[in-house]
């Protein structure tokens, strides 16, 4: 249904099981109609979530009009819970991705244009964060911390293309903080958002 461009699309799924025949990316020569959805056909992916899967994984365009589409914001994040997790009280997503000449924020850049992410004390907070493009960035959030793998306690954390992380807390800092990439340059050029905790 792009009717602005009328460009073939396909999705392309990580993290989860599926057949060749769901994959979605597009090869000349190679990949089948999963990979090459022209306009104003359908295609229907089937995929399996697997006791690998839980966490968060990217979903994007893998047709031939992969890097427009995913400029102009086609791709997104699947949040797959484990067996034995509890879905959490507030899930925010982070999608970090250059735009032009600035650095964004789920497609959006500088604080009052960024998402306002919004929680309360006592609440168990998930942030799903993902980097698409070609560059790296730094998740940030003033004043607090999560425990990473190993028992670490950590206050940043880095992502790269198509890589995803989720941490959670369960809040307990009521006031309004900032989170942002914390590369200067991408946090100077937009990559910077509001968070804010009431009280209980």
Partial sequence: MDTLRHDPHSMHFHGVHYRPSSDGAYVPGFSGPDGDVKFGQTYTYRLTAGSDSAGVWPYHDHSPSMMDSIDGGMFGMLSILGPHDRAPDREFEVAFLPHGNLMTIDGRAFVGNTPVFKSHVGQLIQWDVMAMGSDFHTFHVHGHRWIAPGGVPRDTQTVGP?????????????????????V?????????????????
């Fill in 162 to 182: 198509a890589e995803t992380f989720r941490i959670r807390w369960r809040e307990e800092d009521p006031g309004t903080w900032l989170y942002h990439c914390h």
């Fill in 184 to 200: 200067e340059d991408h946090m100077m050029r937009g990559m910077i958002g509001i968070y804010r905790v009431t009280p209980r």
